[in-house]
């Protein structure tokens, strides 16, 4: 049987997602758990790669299991997980569901906050400086006239093509911080803070609207500014096509 599991995690004590050598990842800790629960070995696909220091309000992983899985599988392996990663939902799907190829579109959350506040400084970046968020808004707007983004890909990335389909993209302002949401069929590696850090420049008045477009249509990322930290970011939802997922066996 194949299977989906839906998580959440707090990205700041893991070097990333994707399991590394010698390092402690969200994927790594989950195909621990997984595995010391069923006791075999058990490799999961991930839908979605975060960085270090990124979070995840939802993402997707899948394994495929020979025996029938522990009837409190989601209590047990939880119970193994370490306290800033949970599994949401089990779901069964098809024997060729995949979790990445299978997505339709991914949203990310960047939030600013604006006033000094220790409840937000691992879940946002503190900038506090002036902003012109009808300049962000116009800068978001103009990022979904575009469909190439290796100008916000991190270098040494290997893909096959920088092409991505932005289906919504706005800044949206409140009293105390300011949030970026972006929605896109897929994303680079470091897209979205890329994105997030060149806006800033043309929200402080530092990079024109005629210069975003330039460093876009440049390709190069030596023309984005990748400097804001990773605990901004969340993964916020993965959406997978109309029946994919039916109702959760656990």
């Known amino acids: ?14 070097a990333g ?3 590394q050598d010698n390092a402690n990842t969200v994927q790594s800790a989950i195909d621990h758990a997984i595995s010391l629960l069923m006791r075999t070995k058990v490799v999961t696909t991930g839908s979605s790669r975060t960085d270090a220091g990124v979070h995840a309000l939802q993402n997707f992983l899948h394994f495929d299991m020979e025996q029938p899985l522990h009837p409190q599988f989601l209590y047990k392996v939880n119970a193994i997980l370490p306290p800033d990663v949970v599994v949401r939902h089990v779901y069964q ?6 979790s990445r190829f299978a997505a339709l579109s991914r949203s990310y959350e960047y939030t600013l906050y604006m006033h000094k506040d220790p409840f937000l400084q691992d879940r946002g970046y503190f900038f506090p400086y002036r902003l012109d968020v009808g300049l962000l808004q116009e800068a978001a707007g ?3 006239e575009y469909q190439n983004f290796m100008t916000f890909s991190k270098r040494n990335t290997q893909v096959k093509t ?4 932005i289906m919504s993209s706005a800044w ?13 069929n897929r994303f680079l590696r470091g897209m979205v803070r890329g994105m997030v850090g060149t806006m800033l420049r043309v929200g402080r008045g530092k990079l024109s609207m ?3 477009r330039e460093a876009i249509e440049s390709q190069n990322c030596v023309n984005a500014d990748f400097a804001v930290p990773p605990q901004g970011l969340f993964l916020m939802r993965v959406s997978y096509p109309e029946g994919l997922l039916n109702e959760p066996v656990q």
Do not use: P, W
């Not at 799907?93 to 995949?98: L, Q, R």
């Open 1 to 14: 049987m194949r299977y989906f599991i839906e998580v959440a995690y707090k990205g700041a004590s893991f």
């Open 17 to 19: 997602f994707q399991v």
């Open 93 to 98: 799907v098809a024997d060729d569901a995949h």
């Open 142 to 144: 103009v990022l979904m």
């Open 162 to 165: 920088y092409n991505c389909n």
């Open 172 to 184: 949206t302002a409140g009293e105390d911080r300011i949030v970026y949401n972006v929605t896109a």
């Open 210 to 212: 005629q210069g975003f």
